[in-house]
């Protein structure tokens, strides 16, 4: 019976690999490779689309809504063969995070409209929750949203200003945290709602990261008028809805096979950086010292992603897993960066941004595998911050699982 389930996985990993190989551009597999942070969202849903016509644009969704039904053995396969081949990774707001919260506290009327161009690739999200003054303590947020006095009811105003928002620039739709409330306690004022970022009143405004990428923005809103059949679950519990929509950004997003690559991507670096008494740094005790820390964590991750997956698969919705994951992973990803800059040595000082755009390769300055070092070590200074910082993240566990 094993030995006939092992041949299945097999035949399935086959099956991806011949996919993917028939179906994966260049254009796609150098947005892929020269991938820091978020995916290039062109590439990124160019790729989905491919795998929509297959069925395959959402590895994680059940048959159900669209989705493959595959268990968590085929996901993880699908995701490593991907990485391997340096696809795109799947567009996160919209696949992973926009996409599940409707399925658990959507309506039947939302599922059946925005569940099939989520998957299709014709509506792409981005997440409307950080403020200048509420990020870390999202309950403090004051983007505010009431039903106009003279409408007949079926109409919010909203206006505020969010932060931090990825991708808003690309996006179509938003979901967002308005305050319909300030009685009681803050998380309970908090409503859900769903904006099309074309309505008038919403303006756009980049911030250019260290490595100057622009993936973050603010968004205004400006009076704002969103129906109140765009709203996910009840006014003023919009709380219950974002906290579950928080564990699957927390915990549902697979990265292991990215990380496993790119610490492959450190140790191909070493091999070829020189020390100072000529050997090479693969060789140096204290860099091997490093790296080996590094791999035992990702092990870490990888058996407790799969046990996310295995969550998932049957219907669970992540919990604590998710804290635990988000901060082994968030750390495990700054760490084989900083380790990408050491064995990068000299040339990760290089600033060449017009190298990093897919399509517009220009002379790279030092070998290909440390253009990308730097910017994705600035990239990802942020990662223990968004989705909920490691401290907030220590902070529940201890709250919850040691009842401190």
Known sequence: ????????????????RRFIEQNLTDEMREAGRLQTGFPNVEQSIAWQKVRHQRGWAAPSWPKEYGGPGWDEIQQTIFREEACKANAPTEHLQSLMMCGPCLMGHGSQEQKDYYLPKILSGEHIWCQGYSEPGA????????????????????????????????NAHEATHMF????????????QGITFL????????????PIISLSGVHEQNTVFLDNVRVSQVNRVGEENDGWTVAKYLLEFERGTLVISPMLRKNLGLVRLSAANETTADGQALLD???FRRKLAELEID???LEFNENRLISAAAEGHSPGLLASLVK?????????????????????SLVYQPEAMVPGDRADVVGPDHA?????RYLDNRGVTIAGGSSEVQRNILAKSVLGL
């Open 371 to 375: 253009l990308i070092a730097m910017p």
């Open 194 to 205: 769903l904006i099309d970022m074309q309505t008038p009143g919403i303006t756009v405004e």
């Open 135 to 166: 990020g870390s303590d999202l309950a403090s947020l004051t983007t505010s949203a009431v039903v106009e006095a003279d409408s007949d009811g079926d109409d919010y105003i909203v206006n505020g200003q969010k932060i931090w928002t990825s």
């Open 176 to 187: 967002c945290l308005v305050r319909t409330s300030t009685q009681g306690r803050p998380q």
């Open 298 to 300: 990702m092990d870490i």
């Open 1 to 16: 019976m094993q030995d006939a389930t092992s041949q299945q996985y097999g035949a399935f990993r086959e099956e991806v």
């Open 284 to 286: 140096d005790r204290v």
């Open 327 to 347: 901060i082994v992973s968030g750390e495990l990803v700054q760490g084989i960066d900083k380790l990408g800059t050491e064995a990068a040595g000299l040339h």
